[in-house]
């Protein structure tokens, strides 16, 4: 039976979620729709763990890590025993691949690499605690950081081999924006071949309506390039020849910029100068490539398609990659509160959705292609609050906590009606009302 919300906090009610969906030393970042561990959900979720239990905080990124590959990619999905979701590990079949972790069963591609910042939230959560769990949060990000690093570097290397400062994406599944028309154009040049093995999808038993999912024609599209990937045992060179989507990822690169950073203060303050050095170039070099993709008649980010080498020209969230990691001359900022983005007059909270209201296309209930993600809010609220922006990083938490009063954590949200959509009860949602509510 749900309890009344006015009954129980809303704090308590995100506890409860993520005490819900915890496996034991993995969170499912919902409980039936995704069954298992996610990366850049994880992150999120540590986040949000972190201002329940620093110790459980720390297990949660550790769990992610122990299925980090020897080439330091952390893979986007981590399985758990439960089933129910498809592309599970048989059809990913990553045993395969030379630099899979042997003891874990991972997918075989990437996330945004949002994880930094839950390191230094931990930390600090573990200094304020004091004591033991101080202790326990620095020796954490001493034992660590190594690993942290090695995956900024796969970043930086496996997936900008030209040193271009923008990292490139061999799935829209990789942006964590899985269908967002971003990704339209290039994956229209995605041709399934005849020998794409069949399949069912588990995804639509478990929405209410499935014109908010991802298209059949378009699943067949991601599941061939899982194909094309697996061929290949994932290996990243071979990948590179072979993969039928290659996109330059501008809000990724803007991630990883911001990352690094965070990364880089945690090795300046424990020891690790050099990499700290290192992690400060990197964090400069991507800050660089998201500002090259800057189109000169919307003002906004735009992703490359390396394939037919053309820009890719859309209204979405993504396109504010330069006002997230910090290198907006104040054009962006208006913008986003103006009224194509959080200022439209029609929105039910001030609330950047997906894609600009402004834009036909834009569609209020389906996924990536109009609605409101809270974690995507909580993010540029981050952002905000770490360049001094004081105020909007308050006005974005007051309007997310309003979106999500009624206790539903939705995965994501109405833009005009504020109804939730999706999956209830998801993690990372409940994870950063914790962090908005601290
Ligand atoms: C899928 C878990 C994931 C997120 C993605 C989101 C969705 C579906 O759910 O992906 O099948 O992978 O698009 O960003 O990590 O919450």
């Given amino acids: 039976m749900r309890v009344p919300v006015s009954d129980v906090g809303l704090g308590d009610r995100a506890a409860d979620v993520l005490r819900g969906n915890d496996l034991g030393s993995m969170t499912a970042a919902a409980p039936r729709l995704y069954p298992h561990m996610w990366s850049w959900d994880s992150g999120l979720i540590a986040v949000g763990l972190a201002r329940l239990s620093v110790p459980r905080a720390i297990t949660e990124l550790r769990t992610l890590l122990r299925a980090q590959w020897s080439t330091g990619m952390i893979p986007h999905i981590v399985f758990s025993e439960g089933d129910g979701y498809f592309p599970g590990p048989e059809r990913w079949g990553t045993e395969t691949a030379a630099a ?98 069949g399949f069912v999808r588990t995804d639509v038993h478990h929405v209410g309506d499935v014109r908010e999912r991802p298209t059949d024609a378009e699943y067949g599209r991601y599941l061939w390039i899982v194909e094309q990937l697996r061929r290949v045992r994932y290996d990243d060179a071979a990948a590179r020849d072979v993969v039928g989507f290659r996109v330059a990822d501008v809000f990724m690169s803007a991630i990883l910029a911001v990352a690094s950073d965070e990364l880089a203060g945690l090795g300046d303050e424990f020891g690790f100068a050099d990499d700290a050095a290192e992690l400060r170039e990197l964090a400069a070099r991507f800050r660089a490539g998201v500002l090259s993709t800057v189109s000169p008649v919307t003002g906004l980010a735009r992703d490359l398609d390396r394939r037919s080498g ?129």
Avoid: K
């Avoid at 209201?357 to 909580?378: E, H, K, L, N, Q």
């Avoid at 909007?392 to 994501?412: I, K, P």
């Fill in 100 to 197: 899979a972790p042997a003891a874990v069963r991972t997918s075989g591609i990437c996330q945004p690499p949002v994880h930094a910042l839950a390191v230094r939230r931990i930390l600090d959560a573990g200094r304020a605690a004091g004591g033991e769990t101080r202790d326990q949060a620095e020796a954490s990000v001493r034992d660590t950081f190594g690993s942290w690093l090695a995956w900024h570097r796969w970043l930086a290397t496996a997936r900008d081999p030209d040193r271009r400062g923008l990292v490139e994406i061999h799935h829209g599944w990789e942006s964590g924006m899985d269908n967002s028309p971003r990704w339209d154009r290039p994956y229209a040049a995605v041709v399934p071949g005849d020998d794409l093995p």
């Fill in 310 to 438: 053309r820009w890719i020209e859309t209204e979405t969230i993504a396109g504010f990659a330069p006002l997230f990691c910090g290198v907006d001359d104040g054009s962006q900022r208006a913008l986003f509160w103006g009224e194509r983005w959080c200022g439209h007059p029609a929105l039910a909270h001030p609330l950047p959705p997906s894609v600009s209201p402004a834009d036909p296309g834009m569609r209020p209930r389906t996924y990536w292609r109009g609605p409101v993600w809270p974690i995507v809010s909580w993010l540029f609220g981050w952002a905000f609050e770490r360049q001094g922006d004081d105020d909007g990083a308050r006005r974005l938490r007051a309007a997310s906590l309003r979106q999500l009063a009624a206790g539903d954590f939705g995965e994501y949200y109405e833009p005009f009606t504020g109804e939730p959509l999706g999956s209830l009860q998801q993690s990372w949602t409940a994870a950063v009302t914790l962090d908005w509510l601290a």
